[in-house]
């Protein structure tokens, strides 16, 4: 059993599969190894994907341009995504309590957006890249090359005036976000590990990170949230990685009790585990 997926000859582990199988290894188990259909799946998700999809747009245009598109198709963008999301889904859809049905999805998506387009300021930056595909070979503790490659998807990568570049991730949450949980993100070390090992950036340099965050409220917001990220995290991202891969292949899977159990697609997996 390979912990990783094939793309040309070449095995790749993302990020997503990395963090799956930290919090909750029975989970990893049902998802990437036994490819198990879904249970449910939680409103956010396409939800997330249709913001996701408006705000690529958006910095796609402005990177090719210098001008933004209208708000009109950006509104477009995320009202035919989440639609075509819905029709498509062959799972149950589990709607949270600030998003209860379809045509409140649609109607906090267009203020989101609206937050969006008001708030958003690339003043100072130049954009390198929208959606940057980036992967990187992996290390074990004894600092020897892996077979298994880190693949990861950069949301947005900027340049500032004094040329150091800016790793942003889109999200959009209802809570606000703690700046130790920032601090501590994986996800964002995992980008610098890319960065770096991509020659982005001198291997001990820290990099500029950001989690730029449209929360979910009657009146929604857009936050930033910076962090860096140093060659000493980078470090240790490599160490957690070679021991998450080593329980993969020595299939250690078990489940994990935490405020993600929630909104799992395999909770009734779980239960009869």
Wanted: aromatic content about 12%.
């Amino acid at each position: 059993m390979q912990p990783a997926q094939q793309i040309q000859d070449e095995l790749y582990v993302s990020y997503s599969q990395l963090f799956t199988y930290s919090t909750c290894s029975l989970k990893y188990k049902y998802q990437y190894v036994e490819q198990r259909q879904p249970e449910r799946i939680s409103a956010n998700l396409p939800f997330g994907k249709a913001i996701h999809a408006a705000l690529e747009l958006y910095y796609r245009d402005m990177m090719q341009t210098g001008l933004p598109p209208q708000v009109e198709h950006m509104l477009g963008v995320f009202c035919v995504s989440l639609l075509k999301q819905i029709d498509e889904s062959e799972i149950p859809i589990i709607y949270k309590k600030e998003l209860p049905d379809v045509e409140s999805m649609l109607t906090m998506g267009e203020a989101m957006i609206m937050e969006f387009y008001k708030e958003v300021n690339l003043d100072g930056f130049e954009i390198v890249g929208v959606e940057v595909p980036l992967s990187a070979p992996l290390y074990n503790a004894d600092r020897e090359q892996l077979d298994i490659k880190l693949f990861g998807v950069i949301d947005l990568l900027l340049k500032d005036n004094s040329g150091n570049f800016l790793c942003v991730d889109n999200k959009t949450s209802k809570q606000k976000k703690s700046q130790s949980a920032v601090d501590e993100d994986l996800q964002l070390t995992a980008y610098s590990y890319l960065l770096a090992a991509n020659g982005y950036t001198f291997p001990r340099a820290q990099i500029q990170c950001r989690f730029d965050v449209l929360r979910k409220l009657k009146s929604p917001s857009f936050e930033h949230y910076k962090t860096t990220r140093s060659a000493e995290d980078r470090k240790r991202f490599a160490k957690l990685t070679a021991s998450v891969l080593k329980g993969i292949e020595n299939r250690i899977f078990y489940p994990t009790s935490s405020w993600l159990c929630a909104d799992c697609q395999f909770r009734d997996a779980c239960k009869d585990w």
